[in-house]
């Protein structure tokens, strides 16, 4: 997520800051929790796991997928024992009541032999389950739906799960600081952000970007209104009976969190980037007069990162500014969403970076998030250096000068959970790459970045295998500078 969101994140004041200071996959390989003793879930030391009924726990005998991913700083977040491999998301949604009709169907891949596994689904009303079409038994315990095929699904196969369900999104609030994220109802609709862990206010899922998966939307929404979701519109929208059908198509591995169905009352521009990428732009009318500017920064913005950072890994970019007083900005896959702002050409930037760093290289675990936001934030101040508003050094060097700043008693590489945007993420995690940069020259430096974005293109990674390709590529040995950018919790001495 971007550098935004209030009270934690970096507020867009000091966003704007960062470009003006001078101035003014492969496919995940399977979400497989880390082994526990018989009966008792990852991430969970005694007792019944959540989402899972006795009676799996008594005959699953190690067949139970877990309820949690495996990711110790969120351990309920996404699931064990398979791989989701593509979500087909049926969805309609009525803003004068706020329900939300929809019918998930989910494409996955065992990885252990199951009798039983989860979904992650927060509120909402499940009427039916289906796997490999025969009806299956289900059950709900907090945000855990826990799911019971007919017959026993062997390690390895390839399954399909119908989940139908009903309700008013409930949207996560107040969590760890965070605000309000996950399926927000608007005046005209609905405004979606979902990072860290908020597409399970809307479907069910695997929902822990250790799991990437393809996506298909089909939303209805009331004629007159516009259904937003990533990747492209697959033909012109349906309508009939005074509802009109959109269909939108991400054929590239996602994030869950990534994932939006951002509805309501939208001015639209659509074209082409100056190397040819379609560009799609959307604005609330209260936003009408940003409309041109999203569409034409959008552009040119994602031409130039494609020139730094390698190849755009999607197939269309561009950008929807809601009404939403969100105070923050997400990067969406293809569709990054300011949430009741008119974004500075910096926010843009970092949002567009995301679609590299965060999007397509995703994180493993939570604790590495600097992977996205450090990166997304220098190349904020790569923008201000190309488009001569200050160097990166003088940015660098106006940050380290803060000595009292608090992001040097917090280090960024291995975030906190419950403080998981902390800015030192941003800033500390941009002052590491910098810092890098400085050591081993731009020449292997902008190299390092283009192959760090094609190692890793549509797939996972973490820090560690960042330093090892900084090393190799470099010839020298980084761990010192590493350690003291990223994980020591001080001021680093002063670079030359």
Known sequence: MSAHRIPTRVPLTLAAALVGATTACAASEGAVAPTAPAGQSAGQSTGQSAGQSAGALATGEGTTGAPGIGDPDFPLDGNGGYDVQHYGLKL??????????????IQAKAVQDLTSFDLDLH????????????????????????????????????FDVTVDYAG?????????????????????????????????????????????????????????????ANGELDGTP??????TTYVWREKHPMVTYLATMTTGKFEVRTGRSAQGLPVYAAVDPAFHGSLDHLYTESAQITDYWSTVFGPYPFSSTGGVI?????????????????????PEDGIIAHELAHQWFGDSVSLTRWKDVWLNEGFATYAEWLWSEHTGKGTADALFQRYYANAADPMWSYPPGAARPADLFNGSVYTRGAM???????DIGDATFFSLIKKWTAAHRYGNATTAEFVALAERMSGKSLGGLFDAWLFQPKRPAATT
């Open 92 to 105: 309609s949604y009525d803003p004068a009541t706020k329900q939300l009709a929809g019918s998930a169907a």
């Open 123 to 158: 509120g909402l009303t499940v009427s039916r389950v289906t796997v490999g079409g025969a009806a299956a038994g289900f059950g709900r315990q907090g945000d855990e739906l826990t799911i019971t095929p007919a017959a026993r699904i062997s390690k390895g196969d390839r």
């Open 168 to 228: 008013v999104p409930e949207p996560v609030r107040d969590y760890a600081d965070l605000g309000t994220y996950g399926f927000v109802a608007t005046s005209d609709g609905s405004f979606v952000t979902c990072e860290p862990n908020g597409a399970k206010t809307w479907f069910p899922s695997n929902d822990h970007p250790a799991d990437k998966a393809t996506f298909d939307f089909t939303l209805t929404v009331p004629q007159g209104l516009t259904a937003i």
């Open 238 to 243: 349906r309508t009939s009976g005074g509802k």
């Open 322 to 342: 809601d009404d939403f007083a969100a105070g923050y900005a997400l990067e969406n896959q293809t569709k990054p969403i300011y949430g009741g702002f008119s």
């Open 432 to 438: 590491a790459l910098h810092a890098l940069r400085k």
